[in-house]
């Protein structure tokens, strides 16, 4: 029995393939699409919420290893897939792309703030500080720290240029 087509895919994607998938492809091009789709930390263009244009930008781009980023084209803090902000990147890259690695925390005894960072599963104690803004700042140089060094894992200009300006717009002024 074939496949209903026009499936609604978490309430918002609609999948519209009328593919013969062939060789793979539909795990490297609608499995990235699908979590989209299922993912609510983010929000993609009303473009991309059908299969076939999100397909038609992201095939020709495609590559192994490669996931979908969009932190890094868009304004800081936004998390809008579309085809002007999403770039593909290195899966290494896009690990340090987003600042969860270093932590902030209240220190309850002293009460000041620690930060913490969290690299390859191994948390090191960075420092306490008096102040969250203090606390901030230091976040704010490993993030910068890490952005820069991913930019020397990549050959890619464009992607190297996208790291030096959030590491940039990250740095404390």
């Known amino acids: 029995m074939p496949r209903p087509r ?9 999948n519209d393939a009328d593919c ?16 989209l ?6 929000d993609v263009c009303p473009e ?15 590559k192994p290893g490669y996931v ?6 868009a304004p800081l803090g936004t998390r ?13 890259i896009k690990r340090v792309v987003r600042p969860q690695g270093t932590g902030i925390t209240k220190d309850r005894q002293k009460r000041g703030w620690i930060v913490r960072e969290c690299r390859n599963g191994l948390r090191d104690h960075i420092g306490s500080f008096p102040t969250m803004k203090e606390a901030q700042v230091v976040a704010g ?3 910068a720290k890490r952005l820069r060094e991913a930019a020397d894992l990549t050959d890619d200009p464009e992607i190297k240029e ?3 300006k959030r590491a940039w717009e990250v740095y404390p002024k």
């Open 141 to 143: 140089l490993l993030w």
């Open 68 to 73: 979908l980023c969009c932190e890094l084209a």
């Open 6 to 14: 026009n499936l609604l895919i978490n309430g918002v994607g609609i």
């Open 48 to 62: 991309w919420c059908r299969f076939s244009n999100f397909y038609k930008w992201y095939s020709p781009r495609w």
């Open 80 to 92: 809008l897939h579309s085809p002007e902000n999403t770039r593909l990147i290195p899966k290494e």
């Open 37 to 42: 789709m299922k993912n609510e930390t983010y």
């Open 162 to 164: 996208l790291l030096f």
């Open 20 to 35: 013969n998938w062939q060789n793979g492809e539909k795990k490297t091009h609608y499995n990235p699409w699908y979590e």
